[in-house]
């Protein structure tokens, strides 16, 4: 499964995280920075010490493959 990651500087000089789960492809980088620059403008979304999200960290597109393993 892809994620795609997109990492943001806080108010309170911490990281923080959103993770969108299987994001449509190929991921253009110009509409990730669009919408990370319109995630910081509407400031909706807080830290866990309630500090707004003020600058773009790192963006990256994760591909994870899970093999469950049968423990019978």
Do not use: C, H, W
């Not at 789960?21 to 919408?35: C, F, G, L, N, R």
């Not at 866990?48 to 790192?58: E, I, L, P, V």
């Amino acid at each position: 499964m892809k994620t795609l990651e997109l990492s943001f500087l806080t108010g309170g000089g911490k990281t923080a995280t959103i993770v969108i789960d299987q994001p449509k492809e190929p991921v253009d980088p110009s509409q990730v920075k669009t919408a990370m620059e319109n995630i910081i403008g509407a400031g909706v979304f807080l830290d866990s010490g309630g500090n707004s999200y003020t600058a773009m960290k790192s963006a990256r597109l994760v591909d994870r493959t899970v093999t469950e393993i049968s423990l019978d």
